[in-house]
């Protein structure tokens, strides 16, 4: 669950529409560029160490992205920061340490570490061998004031700068920390546990019902409950990426798809057989379903609303998933397939030989000089459109500023999907930031007014101001 978070962080355009209104964004209503990014890749890193190589999706081409440093002997990856261009790896002597994309180098990050995961913002969590929890955000690290209390099995951190564990023992806790608040934790029924891509909700598949907790709640422990009942015995949970729809496998009937918030069956998807995991993409476009046995996944495409197929795959930490464009990424035998979602009988579009022994993680990253992609306005052309128009300067709402110009137009893209006014302002200079913004608007009230319902950080700029 730790690589779900790592792939992407450019799924904000969901809470960006939830703010709307709306109850969730079908994918299958989407337009093109708003069903997942146009431009992705994959890190195939050796666990023992030695090359780093980048493949192109889905042709699984290899890249000429040559990485300068080798690795040291690796425990596992784990996860990634796409604004920042950075891959966090847990090396075998317990140090992470971060794989630099634009430099190429591997740069040493923290000393002693037990247990890390990454952020949907991107921040890396890191709980040392005094179990200290230290939060690394773009490159800033802070240290919290308590310590975690119990042994996670799995750690997740949210959006809103917590960390979530899930801890080892005999009955089942949940605990919860920030920098500076103390630890909570609240038990939990048994049962696979899923979080939101947020971080703020926790479901657990508890067999008779589905059992919903926010993890933000008071310090002292108390926690918002919402209690599912479910037929045919929950398995696994998995939120979509919004939020707002929890679907649900079984060890009979079909997959269960629920309203989070009133706890209502939206639909039930025929399977052809018992379930118990799921994982999907990271757009709600597909949701790939584990059978209770066999070397294979069911396929639901969300926009249809149906199972499309099977597809043989072999279930690890990090493959199969389902990336963009369409694609699911799978081990065969002794090497790595990319498989065509969208097409007829799933065929292959790509391979590489003899990596099955490697570990893979995808991510909206090209080298800058195989992105070749447009970027939708840059900060003269608005101005000459503020002037052109009688005013001293646009007013826009400025939700992100990255060195990526591939993660800033795809997060401009799937704004825009969600019906946003978004757009990048390209950098006059090479030194500067590609910044998403929102508008132009009238006023700058009318900015202020808009950024405190998007539901993610934001300030307002105008074309006159310095980047």
């Not at 061998?129 to 951190?157: A, C, D, N, W």
Request: charged residues 20%.
């Amino acid at each position: 669950m730790n690589l779900k978070n790592a792939i992407v962080a450019g799924s904000l355009v969901w809470s960006s529409a939830a703010c709307a209104g709306e109850p969730d964004l079908a994918a299958g209503n989407l337009p093109a560029v708003g069903r997942g990014p146009s431009v992705s890749s994959a890190l195939r890193v050796p666990l023992e160490g030695g090359e780093v190589r980048l493949y192109r999706l889905p042709s699984l081409e290899p890249s000429a992205w040559k990485l300068a440093d080798k690795l040291p002997p690796l425990q596992r990856a784990v996860g990634a920061d796409p604004e920042q261009g950075l891959v966090f790896l847990l090396d075998k002597k317990r140090n992470v340490v971060a794989l630099d994309l634009e430099t190429r180098r591997v740069r040493p990050s923290l000393e002693q570490v037990r247990h890390a995961t990454v952020g949907p913002d991107g921040a890396l969590y890191a709980v040392d061998t005094s179990r200290s929890v230290i939060q690394l955000m773009r490159r800033t690290p802070v240290r919290f004031r308590s310590k975690l209390q119990g042994t996670p099995g799995e750690l997740h951190g949210t959006m809103g700068g917590m960390l979530v564990a899930s801890l080892r023992g005999d009955e089942p806790r949940v605990e919860v920390l920030g920098s500076d608040r103390p630890p909570a934790s609240f038990d939990v029924p048994g049962g696979q546990q899923a979080l939101s891509f947020w971080g703020d909700l926790i479901a657990v598949a508890a067999d008779s019902a589905v059992v919903i907790y926010e993890t933000e709640g008071d310090s002292d422990g108390d926690r918002d409950r919402l209690s599912i009942p479910v037929s045919g015995g929950a398995k696994a949970a998995m939120f979509s990426p919004s939020g707002h729809r929890i679907y649900v496998a079984r060890a009979s009937d079909g997959l269960l798809v629920l309203d989070r918030v009133s706890g209502q069956e939206l639909q039930e998807i025929e399977l052809p057989g018992p379930a118990v995991g799921l994982r999907g993409d990271l757009f709600g476009q597909w949701v790939l379903v584990r059978p209770a046995s066999g070397d294979s996944a069911w396929v639901v495409d969300v926009g249809k609303g149906g199972l499309v197929g099977t597809v043989d795959v072999e279930w690890d930490d990090d493959l199969p998933a389902a990336v963009a464009p369409n694609t699911l990424l799978t081990r065969r035998a002794k090497d790595v397939v990319a498989v065509d979602l969208g097409a007829a009988g799933f065929p292959v579009r790509g391979t590489a030989r003899d990596a099955a022994g490697d570990t893979w993680l995808p991510i909206t990253w090209h080298p800058a000089q195989e992105q070749g992609i447009p970027v939708n306005a840059d900060s003269a052309a608005l101005a000459a459109a503020a002037d052109s128009a009688g005013r001293a300067a646009a007013v826009y709402l400025q939700v992100s500023s990255s060195q990526n110009p591939v993660w800033a137009d795809e997060l401009s893209q799937k704004l825009r999907a969600a019906g946003l006014p978004a757009a990048v302002l390209k950098p006059a200079r090479s030194d500067e930031a590609f910044r998403v913004v929102l508008g132009p608007y009238a006023t700058r009230e009318q900015a202020e007014e808009t950024g405190r319902g998007i539901g993610m950080p934001s300030f307002v700029v105008t074309t006159q101001d310095p980047q």
